[in-house]
Nanobody, 120 residues
Framework: QVQLVESGGGLVQPGGSLRLSCAAA????????MGWYRQLPGQQRELVAR???????NYADSVKGRFTVTRDNAKNTVYLQMNSLKPEDTAVYYC??????????????WGQGTQVTVSS
């Protein structure tokens, strides 16, 4: 009914850049908070960046200054611009959002995940 569609992952060299996109699709009443999380190999899933509908942003310390999260409310889409990528950024990146569906029920959704690999 409602799903988050991710794109933009891939293989990049250290120091390179990638831009991830995540669009909420389906019958949607509203989208509140949106953000990005990642799961490093052998690690627990962790916050990367989250942005409220009004534009308030939280970044993980490990990505602050290198990553930028933005959103387009008209498109129900959140983006993650990743610059100066490091091998330690290698992870599966997951989109996450709080969405009110056709029944006006606020639910939390996860994207399917997209692999980001930083390697020479």
């Amino acid at each position: 009914q409602v799903q988050l569609v991710e794109s933009g992952g891939g293989l990049v060299q250290p120091g390179g850049s990638l831009r991830l996109s995540c669009a909420a699709a389906g019958i949607i009443t509203s989208v509140s908070g949106m953000g990005w999380y990642r799961q490093l190999p052998g690690q627990q899933r962790e916050l990367v960046a989250r942005i409220s509908r009004g534009g308030s942003i939280n970044y993980a310390d490990s990505v602050k200054g290198r990553f930028t999260v933005t959103r387009d409310n008209a498109k129900n889409t959140v983006y993650l611009q990743m610059n100066s990528l490091k091998p330690e950024d290698t992870a599966v990146y997951y989109c996450n959002a709080d969405i009110s569906d056709s029944d006006y029920r606020l639910k939390n959704y996860w994207g399917q995940g997209t692999q980001v690999t930083v390697s020479s």
